[in-house]
């Protein structure tokens, strides 16, 4: 009660129940939980009149376990918030989100923050750390061969070096593969009533303005918003069309997935005769009023909600 009683405490307290987007998420919130509230609950082991069994209660070593697991998961969760957005440009930042994160996993990275922990700590999270650089190479590898849509995408953006990793080298002839990949997207958008002579003629002209076009964004600056830069640049209007199809791929299908999964509470086995129509606005709202974190726009939702539920039922009244 001494720390909820406090804003900091509360803000710890509430971010368990708001801060909670994925299932791993929430075991994270969790551990920073226990170990914050690592002497309150010692308190409460020690205290007679809550006849709490003393074989359940955590040690220093098992509390500063937790501890470190939540310092070294965190650049998980930054990187799992990045990809889940939907109205930004994701997948195209992905191949170095990829290496800053195997970087960010090195032996010694934490080093300096765990030095106070408990003894056999910092070796087991070291132990733990090249474990989670073994499985992301293993899951991200083919992001930097030729076949890779996240390159693509990169090769869409401003800026020097986007394809110099500290962890994964991207060879010549791999960018090579996947530029003949872009301009074969590329031809596979234009008219299928073009003969095969007019679309390779097509092809060389957009190899020629893509190659002009990469200049150009080596020179920009690559903190530029590339849905920004694009349109600035009325040169490369032959390539807008693919650069839009590569840059608005999401990076992540989760936001997706959580839409189909909620749908089951907006359409159940009670109420197999809803409209389609109703449904899809009905879900819309219900997500809606999920995503929000912030108080005074949930208010605001829900009021629209009565509003909308209010004229769908006067509506009927007066069919009837």
């Known amino acids: 009660m001494a720390k909820r009683s406090n804003e900091e405490g509360a803000r710890m307290i509430d971010s368990l129940i708001e801060d909670v987007v994925t299932r791993w998420d929430s075991e994270l919130t969790m551990l920073e939980r226990i170990y914050y509230f690592d002497k309150e609950i010692l308190a409460l082991f020690g205290d007679p009149s809550a006849a709490l069994p003393r074989e359940l209660a955590l040690n220093r070593f098992q509390f500063d376990h937790a501890y470190a697991m939540t310092k070294i998961l965190a650049p998980f969760r930054i990187f799992t918030k990045f990809v889940q957005q939907k109205e930004a440009v994701t997948l195209a930042y992905l191949p170095k989100l990829v290496d800053d994160l195997v970087s960010s996993m090195a032996p010694g990275s934490f080093a300096a923050v765990l030095e106070d922990c408990a003894e ?39 800026g020097k070096n986007l394809f110099v990793f500290q962890n994964f080298e991207v060879t010549a002839d791999t960018l090579k593969i996947v530029r003949d990949n872009i301009l ?78 909620s749908a089951s509470f907006t359409l159940d086995p009670r109420r197999t005769r ?47």
């Open 120 to 158: 056999n700590v910092l070796a087991h999270m070291e132990t733990f750390q090249l474990r989670l650089i073994e499985s992301i190479r293993s899951r991200f590898g083919w992001m930097f061969d030729g076949r890779s849509l996240p390159l693509a995408a990169r090769m869409f953006l401003p």
């Open 184 to 261: 074969a997207d590329y031809v596979d958008l234009l008219s299928p009533d073009l003969s095969q002579e007019e679309k390779d003629i097509e092809k060389n002209f957009a190899g020629i303005v893509f190659d002009k076009c990469r200049l150009e964004l080596l020179k920009s600056d690559e903190s530029a918003n590339p849905l920004v830069w694009w349109p600035e640049h009325p040169n490369f209007t032959a390539l807008f069309e693919v650069a839009k199809m590569y840059l608005q791929i999401p990076a992540s299908s989760g936001e997706n997935e959580r839409s189909f999964s």
């Open 274 to 320: 809803l409209d389609l129509d109703n449904f899809r606005k009905e879900h819309r709202i219900r997500r809606k009023l999920c995503a929000s974190g912030n108080p005074a726009e949930k208010l605001q939702v829900s009021n629209d909600i009565i509003k909308e539920f209010s004229r769908i039922v006067v509506g009927k009244k007066e069919e009837q």
